[in-house]
């Protein structure tokens, strides 16, 4: 009896150790039928990379499945691919945002290789009621507010719906989500974002105003009929700000080739988020 007991305690005690503030499966199934899960959530513990305190494993090494195979990596973040990703997961704990602000950047890249699209996403919506969830998203771009996507791409909250087909474009030089393995599989690359209320009220409006970007690779010019432009901020994928000026036209010739946002702030007050390649 003493011995169960002490088994039970064991038991009970890595049960908690590794418990997450949040955390939830979502399920992906492509065309044909094969199936694949990861599990994601946050905790004021958690790093970016991997956890083993709450049992995230690294399987960059394993081959990927031949049909389907679903992971959270970070190697969108290190330069679509150019870059070797440091990690492949099937469970992610981020840090918890919930309050903090833009500082802590809620955002999971998710993976696909699939050779049956579209790739159905299923989830719990009614898990996502709580304020420090409230705003979370699924997208196939990085910024939900971005005004130039491709016919396949979307964004929605996920307390809204329970599922989303992923689609992706019949020629992969179309869709800026993606990047090619060292073994030539074509990567798709989708977005969770683990969000409270307060950080996209903060940082973006959702409204859609009137402005025009013209970008010759050497300068970047915005416009607007509606609003006066008060200063322009570009920003690499991490989120970390490369330029800021008070100006509506900006020398860009010193960026590296690759894809950047423009966060425009007007005299209003107002934020607005645009992608732009150079």
């Given amino acids: 009896m003493k011995k169960i007991y002490l088994s039970l305690v064991l038991l009970l005690f890595i ?48 081959p990927l499945n031949d049909e ?29 945002s919930c309050g903090y602000g833009f500082p802590v950047y809620p955002v999971i890249c998710i993976d696909i290789k699939s050779n049956h699209w579209p790739v159905n996403v299923m989830w719990d919506s009614t898990l996502f009621v709580d304020t420090c969830v409230a705003e979370s998203q699924f997208a196939s771009f990085l910024y939900w507010s971005w005004d130039i996507t491709w016919p396949n791409d ?18 992969p030089s179309d869709d800026l989500t993606y990047y090619i393995n060292d073994s030539g599989d074509t990567i798709r690359v989708f977005f969770i974002v683990l969000d409270d209320e307060q950080y996209t009220e903060n940082i973006e409006s959702h409204e859609v105003f009137d402005f025009k ?42 960026l590296p080739e690759g894809l950047y946002l423009c966060r425009v702030y007007v005299s209003s007050g107002i934020i607005k988020t645009f992608k732009f390649i150079k």
């Avoid at 330069?79 to 992610?92: D, N, R, S």
């Avoid at 979307?154 to 474009?169: C, D, P, W």
């Avoid at 970390?240 to 008070?246: A, P, Q, R, S, Y």
């Fill in 15 to 62: 049960i908690f150790s590794n418990a997450q503030e949040f955390a939830f499966p979502i399920y992906f199934e492509d065309a044909a039928g094969y199936k694949d899960t990861l599990v994601l959530g946050y905790d004021i513990t958690a790093t970016d990379s991997v956890d083993i305190a709450f049992d995230e494993i690294n399987i960059i090494s394993e």
């Fill in 68 to 96: 389907l195979d679903v992971r959270v990596s970070n190697a969108f973040f290190r330069g679509y691919g150019e870059l070797p990703a440091t990690y492949h997961t099937k469970k992610q704990i981020i840090k918890n």
């Fill in 154 to 171: 979307f964004n929605l909250y996920l307390n809204q719906q329970s599922s989303q087909i992923a689609k992706t474009e019949s020629d």
């Fill in 213 to 254: 970007i013209f970008n010759n690779k050497e300068i970047l010019t915005v416009s607007s009929d509606q609003f006066v432009i008060g200063k322009i901020e570009i920003l690499d994928l991490a989120g970390k700000t490369v330029i800021v000026e008070n100006a509506k036209a900006i020398s860009i010739a010193g």
